[in-house]
């Protein structure tokens, strides 16, 4: 027996590739399809070892400063390096970048770097040393003398911008001390916001991309009609006549595979020049997992041949054609809707326990959670593209149209099987792109939320206990727009009694707080603000000692004492946390403040440019979702397919042609068999993309984005009518009368 069927595999095998030409392009288109499935589940696949090649590098590269600390901070005089991080901000980039000075008879250098950089030199990126000779601005940031490049090795992604730079003598006690680079442990690179997002994009591309490969299989399925009616008049049962389909299909699929590695290796060196909001890697660095390609090598035949042999139970395999053993496409379906729904449900009830029993949060930071958050994701959306094939055919079977076209349409339905499929995976996309829309509008806001100030016109810079404030509020007040600098002193203590006394002038209390009538000395709480400590609590502040007075309260939860600067110099005692510089609202004033002050000290920085950063990325990432997620799989499953189905309803068209059915109305029915398994996948879509959603996010953040929702839904139908008018073309060549020839 199993001779048998391995015989039989192969003679499909040979039928495939021994037709000559026109046998040939049935394989080719197969593997077309394949191949392109191949090259994303590869991709897929290079994830996971691209990002420890990242992050083995970020390592590489980052300060060695445990060994300093706690304890062993009194042997910091004895430390070689003496380093700090900084960050600038340009035109909404952040450039990362360490000040580094040697302070012992040992230079260790970073990985990349060939020396030190001493004071007044600079080692930088690719990138960054394009954008310092090209960009006038750029040049203001870094006058240092560039004295090398740093190599791919010392980079986490090739267009990163990242510099070491001589640290000044002025500024070395305020550095900390450091045994060199490079740190041991796994750390993560990405933030929680990111991870739920990850976790999203996998459950939401991958299920139809597996449905995408499905389709891709079943492609040219029409040119074995008469190979397999053939092989059954001359005496093969219907179990042999499986066989040799799927070893037809085997064909396919193992050219689909050498397709999909030929295309990755190829595409594999433009990942150096390719770079997506910030993330990029190596070449070098995207090479599959073995466990994932072993399995993608093996798994992508194994599926295509399971798929065909399923398939073909459907079906009987006369002598003279395909014909159907089921009398509805509706009728099987029934029968067999539990396990669709099931997987639905089995995938909600994963997001409700992820989401009640422990929290978002902690499944998008611990990887062991975060399984079943993108398992209950997947789960849905498959179960939302099983869902549409049977819901098409219980309304095929029920509906009862008056007109020509859409009654030919709905009889059509009732016999095709494959249509709703190719629009399954279209659905599954639909969906998902509407519940990452919603996932990141809720990371847009709470990022938003996070910032301290959100005031356009408010610029907030943090500063260090060594920063020279007077030179820096020198070259702040030489910036025209400039309409008023606050420095913002900070206290905090945590025992006996939490503290935190803020202090600063009127002017930005009364931005702060939205006070009025505010006198100096004058103390302020929030009603719902914590670290307050009540009238008569003694502190000590740098050295000076401090009775907490009678305070005003006002409305908000802002953290802390707040004392306006006046007689009383104890609050005024602690050194500068930041600066608030009040001025013009638009980012060329921002790029003008940074660059003042960076030639005082670089490691002043803006507090709300992170957070900026962050809600422009995750805004134009929906921009992203709105139109790559949509397209990404419709145009390849839909226009793959739809000729093909075309090409097999090729003599029922004939046979109504013949019968003096007109052209239009055919072409109206075409039309009509795509919108409504196109409603009906809206229909279903839209509430399980926003409902798989609202499982995974709290419900007070939950928001919907109606005007991006309409223009998701929209792109989607019109690129699936699209296409589908485009086979109009293939339509009219079907109803020529050559299509009615039989054997």
Same mark, same amino acid.
């Given at each position: 027996?199993?001779?048998?069927?391995?015989?039989?595999?192969?003679?499909?095998v040979?039928?495939?590739?021994? /037709?000559?030409?026109?046998?040939?392009?049935?394989p080719?288109?197969?593997?077309?399809?394949?191949?392109?499935?191949?090259?994303?589940?590869?991709?897929?696949?290079?994830?996971?070892?691209?990002?420890?090649?990242?992050?083995?590098?970020?390592?590489?590269?980052?300060?060695?400063?445990?060994?300093?600390?706690?304890?062993?901070?009194?042997?910091? /005089?004895?430390?070689?390096?003496?380093?700090?991080?900084?960050?600038?901000?340009?035109?909404?980039?952040?450039i990362?970048?360490?000040?580094?000075?040697?302070?012992?008879?040992?230079?260790?250098?970073?990985? /990349?770097?060939?020396?030190?950089?001493?004071?007044?030199?600079?080692?930088?990126?690719?990138?960054?040393?394009?954008?310092?000779?090209?960009?006038?601005?750029?040049?203001?940031?870094?006058?240092?003398?560039?004295?090398?490049?740093?190599a791919?090795?010392?980079?986490?992604?090739?267009?990163?911008?990242?510099?070491?730079?001589?640290?000044?003598?002025?500024?070395?006690?305020?550095a900390?001390?450091?045994?060199?680079?490079?740190?041991?442990?796994?750390?993560?690179?990405l933030?929680?916001?990111?991870?739920?997002?990850?976790?999203?994009?996998?459950?939401?591309?991958?299920?139809?991309?597996?449905?995408?490969?499905?389709?891709?299989?079943?492609?040219?399925?029409?040119?074995?009609?008469?190979r397999?009616?053939?092989?059954?008049?001359?005496?093969?049962?219907?179990?042999?006549?499986?066989?040799?389909?799927?070893?037809?299909?085997?064909?396919?699929?193992?050219?689909?595979?050498?397709?999909?590695?030929?295309?990755?290796?190829?595409?594999?060196?433009?990942?150096?020049?390719?770079?997506?909001?910030?993330?990029?890697?190596?070449p070098?660095?995207?090479?599959?997992d073995?466990?994932?390609?072993?399995?993608?090598?093996?798994?992508?035949?194994?599926?295509?041949?399971v798929?065909?042999?399923?398939?073909?139970?459907?079906?009987?395999?006369?002598?003279?054609?395909?014909?159907?053993?089921?009398?509805?496409?509706?009728?099987?379906?029934?029968?067999?809707?539990?396990?669709?729904?099931?997987?639905?449900?089995?995938?909600?009830?994963?997001?409700?326990?992820?989401?009640?029993?422990?929290?978002?949060?902690?499944?998008?930071?611990?990887?062991?959670?975060?399984?079943?958050?993108?398992?209950?994701?997947?789960?849905?959306?498959?179960?939302?593209?099983?869902?549409?094939?049977?819901?098409?055919?219980?309304?095929?079977?029920?509906?009862?149209?008056?007109?020509?076209?859409?009654?030919?349409?709905?009889?059509?339905?009732?016999?095709?099987?494959?249509?709703?499929?190719?629009?399954?995976?279209?659905?599954?996309?639909?969906?998902?792109?509407?519940?990452?829309?919603?996932?990141?509008?809720?990371?847009?806001?709470?990022?938003?939320?996070?910032?301290?100030d959100?005031?356009?016109?408010?610029?907030?810079?943090?500063?260090?206990?060594?920063?020279?404030?007077?030179?820096?509020?020198?070259?702040i007040?030489?910036?025209?727009?400039?309409?008023?600098?606050?420095?913002?002193?900070?206290?905090?203590?945590?025992?006996?009694?939490?503290?935190?006394?803020?202090?600063?002038?009127?002017?930005?209390?009364?931005?702060?707080?939205?006070?009025t009538?505010?006198?100096?000395?004058?103390?302020?709480?929030?009603?719902?603000?914590?670290a307050?400590?009540?009238?008569?609590?003694?502190?000590?502040?740098?050295?000076?000692?401090?009775?907490v007075?009678?305070?005003?309260v006002?409305?908000?939860?802002?953290?802390?004492?707040?004392?306006?600067?006046?007689?009383?110099?104890?609050?005024?005692?602690?050194?500068?946390?930041?600066?608030?510089?009040?001025?013009?609202?638009?980012?060329?004033?921002?790029?003008?403040?940074?660059?003042?002050?960076?030639?005082?000290?670089?490691?002043?920085?803006?507090?709300?440019?992170?957070h900026?950063l962050?809600?422009?990325?995750?805004?134009?990432?929906?921009?992203?979702?709105?139109? /790559?997620?949509?397209?990404?799989?419709?145009?390849?499953?839909?226009?793959?397919?739809?000729?093909?189905?075309?090409?097999?309803?090729?003599?029922?068209?004939?046979?109504?042609?013949?019968?003096?059915?007109?052209?239009?109305?055919?072409?109206?029915?075409a039309?009509?068999?795509?919108?409504?398994?196109?409603?009906?996948?809206?229909?279903?879509?839209?509430?399980?993309?926003?409902?798989?959603?609202?499982?995974?996010?709290?419900?007070?953040?939950?928001?919907?984005?109606?005007?991006?929702?309409?223009?998701?839904?929209?792109?989607?139908?019109?690129?699936?009518?699209?296409?589908?008018?485009?086979?109009l073309?293939?339509?009219?060549?079907?109803?020529?009368?050559?299509?009615?020839?039989?054997?």
């Amino acid at each position: 027996m199993n001779e048998r069927w391995s015989a039989d595999l192969v003679l499909g095998v040979r039928l495939a590739v021994g /037709g000559g030409r026109t046998s040939w392009a049935r394989p080719a288109l197969t593997a077309t399809g394949v191949g392109l499935g191949v090259l994303v589940l590869l991709l897929a696949a290079s994830i996971g070892p691209a990002r420890e090649a990242k992050s083995e590098r970020v390592q590489a590269a980052a300060l060695d400063q445990a060994r300093f600390s706690g304890p062993l901070r009194a042997d910091a /005089g004895t430390a070689p390096l003496r380093a700090r991080e900084v960050v600038v901000s340009w035109q909404g980039r952040r450039i990362l970048g360490v000040e580094v000075a040697a302070t012992g008879a040992d230079r260790p250098t970073p990985p /990349g770097v060939g020396r030190l950089p001493a004071p007044g030199e600079v080692v930088v990126s690719p990138e960054l040393l394009h954008l310092v000779q090209t960009d006038d601005s750029m040049r203001a940031r870094f006058p240092e003398r560039v004295i090398g490049v740093i190599a791919d090795a010392g980079l986490p992604r090739p267009k990163s911008l990242l510099f070491y730079a001589g640290l000044p003598d002025a500024l070395v006690a305020d550095a900390a001390p450091a045994a060199g680079f490079g740190v041991t442990g796994r750390q993560s690179t990405l933030l929680p916001a990111y991870r739920l997002l990850m976790v999203s994009a996998i459950g939401a591309l991958l299920v139809p991309l597996g449905i995408f490969v499905l389709v891709a299989t079943r492609l040219g399925a029409t040119g074995r009609d008469r190979r397999l009616a053939v092989i059954r008049l001359v005496g093969a049962s219907r179990d042999r006549v499986r066989w040799i389909a799927g070893g037809e299909v085997l064909t396919g699929a193992v050219l689909g595979l050498f397709v999909g590695v030929a295309l990755f290796f190829a595409a594999r060196p433009l990942a150096r020049f390719i770079e997506v909001e910030g993330v990029g890697f190596f070449p070098t660095d995207l090479l599959p997992d073995p466990l994932l390609g072993a399995l993608i090598g093996v798994g992508v035949p194994v599926v295509a041949v399971v798929a065909a042999l399923v398939a073909l139970r459907t079906v009987d395999v006369g002598p003279l054609g395909l014909v159907k053993t089921l009398a509805t496409a509706a009728d099987a379906p029934v029968r067999r809707a539990w396990w669709r729904f099931a997987l639905m449900s089995v995938g909600a009830a994963v997001l409700v326990v992820v989401s009640v029993a422990g929290s978002v949060r902690a499944a998008v930071t611990d990887s062991t959670t975060a399984v079943p958050l993108g398992l209950g994701i997947a789960l849905v959306l498959a179960g939302t593209g099983a869902v549409l094939p049977w819901l098409v055919g219980r309304v095929a079977a029920g509906a009862r149209p008056e007109g020509v076209a859409p009654m030919l349409a709905v009889r059509g339905l009732r016999s095709d099987t494959g249509g709703p499929r190719v629009l399954a995976g279209v659905v599954v996309v639909l969906a998902g792109s509407l519940a990452l829309q919603v996932l990141l509008g809720v990371a847009a806001r709470a990022t938003a939320e996070s910032a301290l100030d959100s005031e356009a016109d408010r610029w907030v810079l943090g500063v260090s206990e060594h920063t020279p404030i007077r030179s820096l509020e020198e070259a702040i007040a030489l910036i025209g727009g400039v309409r008023r600098v606050s420095e913002v002193r900070r206290y905090e203590q945590s025992s006996p009694v939490p503290a935190v006394v803020v202090s600063t002038d009127c002017a930005e209390l009364a931005d702060r707080l939205e006070v009025t009538g505010c006198v100096p000395g004058a103390v302020y709480r929030t009603a719902e603000g914590r670290a307050a400590p009540p009238p008569g609590t003694a502190l000590t502040i740098d050295g000076h000692a401090w009775t907490v007075p009678e305070t005003r309260v006002v409305p908000g939860r802002a953290t802390g004492l707040f004392v306006a600067n006046g007689p009383d110099a104890a609050p005024a005692a602690a050194p500068p946390a930041e600066l608030v510089v009040v001025g013009d609202p638009d980012q060329a004033f921002g790029d003008r403040l940074l660059a003042a002050t960076g030639r005082v000290d670089r490691g002043v920085a803006l507090t709300s440019a992170y957070h900026d950063l962050q809600v422009e990325l995750f805004t134009s990432l929906r921009g992203g979702v709105i139109g /790559g997620s949509v397209l990404l799989t419709l145009l390849a499953v839909v226009g793959l397919a739809a000729v093909d189905q075309v090409w097999e309803r090729r003599r029922h068209t004939a046979v109504l042609t013949a019968n003096g059915v007109p052209r239009r109305v055919l072409a109206a029915a075409a039309v009509w068999q795509s919108v409504i398994p196109i409603a009906l996948g809206i229909g279903l879509a839209v509430p399980v993309g926003l409902g798989t959603a609202w499982l995974v996010v709290p419900a007070e953040r939950f928001r919907v984005d109606w005007v991006e929702l309409v223009t998701t839904v929209g792109m989607a139908a019109f690129v699936v009518l699209a296409v589908s008018l485009c086979t109009l073309p293939a339509l009219n060549h079907a109803i020529r009368p050559e299509s009615l020839r039989t054997e």
